[in-house]
Nanobody
Framework: QVQLVESGGGLVQAGGSLRLSCAAS????????MGWFRQAPGKEREFVAA????????YYTDSVKGRFTISRDNAKNTVYLRMNSLKPEDTAVYYC?????????????WGQGTQVTVSS
């Protein structure tokens, strides 16, 4: 059974940084491209960033380019999202998932998410 457990969220002031982690189990992790998604209150879930199975290719939504960095450690079955220069509009619940199609079509394995709140 595939499990994805996100962590690392919190409350941060605008301009601050956070690093999110997503620990995966129940799958051959290195075989899967992974993505981060987010859902703000009253809005639909949206794509944030993607990374290929080897980590050699990444892709970002325009609003986070230059501020967020996705990475992965296949030895630890973990994908990360480093978020710098955070803005209030980054406030959302952040989720990781496998990707059914590159770069932004998610699979079926949603975790519980981790809350990120950016104060102005």
């Amino acid at each position: 059974q595939v499990q994805l457990v996100e962590s690392g969220g919190g409350l941060v002031q605008a301009g601050g940084s956070l690093r999110l982690s997503c620990a995966a189990s129940g799958l051959t992790f290195s075989s899967y491209a992974m993505g981060w998604f987010r859902q703000a209150p009253g809005k639909e879930r949206e794509f944030v960033a993607a990374i290929s199975g080897t980590g050699g290719r990444t892709y970002y939504t325009d609003s986070v380019k230059g501020r967020f960095t996705i990475s992965r450690d296949n030895a630890k079955n973990t994908v990360y999202l480093r978020m710098n220069s955070l803005k209030p509009e980054d406030t959302a619940v952040y989720y990781c998932n496998t990707l059914d199609r590159w770069p932004n079509v998610p699979g079926d394995y949603w975790g519980q998410g981790t809350q990120v709140t950016v104060s102005s």
